[in-house]
DNA sequence: GTGCAACTTAAAGCCGACTTGAGGTCAAGC
DNA sequence: GCTTGACCTCAAGTCGGCTTTAAGTTGCAC
């Protein structure tokens, strides 16, 4: 990135509509670097010209932009990659498969939310008070295993241990794979 | 790790109130090599015993917490470690003292839920409709920054600073319907 | 006093998500 | 046709937060 405001590579040269990787970078917010690396874990994909440069769609901004969400949903590429290719992207995809997807992220991040005023109350209850009683203490008691789940914050709190159904796998799962694993 | 569970550590030999790295590391969660990484970082320390061993108070179960909750709020160990150095570590941090820590965090917790809500609703509003439009989708269009923060949450939709005007519309035209190029 | 788990250190490895660097090629505006 | 910026590949580096490995030492029960 860092292109020169003016420099509008956007608008510039190039053919009609396939856009290069700089414009796409630009468009995108991502660096081109970041879209060849994506390129390589199959997340988006380019023809090219006869020189070998990349050119892209504009459908794959739309990749993009769901891959950023997934990310933003605690998502890995590589799950982002498994959501993706379960959305057809020949006859692009349907708001009704749009929508799945973005149903399950809804509870993914409600999950989240959850999560966070769990964390809250905890902190008010006790480090707030001072307590931090060690043998009862919910900060300390709260069971947590801490898988190594969303990419910043490895180690959860967790949740309660009588909090109801487990841990929940990830959204993978409500994306439908049958696989999984991880 | 994990240690059989009946093998507890916690109650077995060693000397009375001060814990050694494995106890530590059974009541804490956390591997005990995960422990010297921390002491390295400077987060917590340990007495010695004549033979080189390290033994801790049960207070240090306390920074742990502290730590913990710290990263779960999105801080880094650094930053963890800077917040730490401003509790009295000798008198034992008071509670009003661990509730003025305690209440950044919240805002920042409720910062966390406000953007994940955000979020929410641009899911709902773009990619639930099935619209994803490049010039009126807020997925798209998203001006959040917010750092990454969240546990999940690393990079965000959007980049895109101030800037002011926003001369760069990211991800204009194209795609006004689903069809698109091709 | 011996056996063995638990401990010690330093250095290296790993993961995810990229970025950086070196050395070279493409394409478009003049 | 030349110049120049944008592009190419591949390898290596970065960062945070740990874990693993290797080789050696401690400390407690028996």
New binding site residues.
Partial sequence: ?T??PD?R?GS????ADLL??????DRSG??????????S?GLIQ?T????????YTRGTLRRIAF??AA?RVG??????RVALDRLPERPAPSGTEWSRVAESWQSRIDEQIAELELLKRKLSGCIGCGCLSLTRCALYNAGDR?G?AG??A??LLTRDPAAGPEPVSPVADALGGPSEGR
């Fill in positions: 990135m292109a020169h420099a590579r510039g040269p190039h053919s290069t990787i700089g414009q796409l970078a991502l660096a081109a670097s970041a879209l060849r690396y994506y390129e874990l380019a090219r010209t006869a020189g070998g440069q990349r050119r891959i950023r990310q998502l890995s590429l590589d799950e982002a801490a190594a990419p910043g490895r180690y």
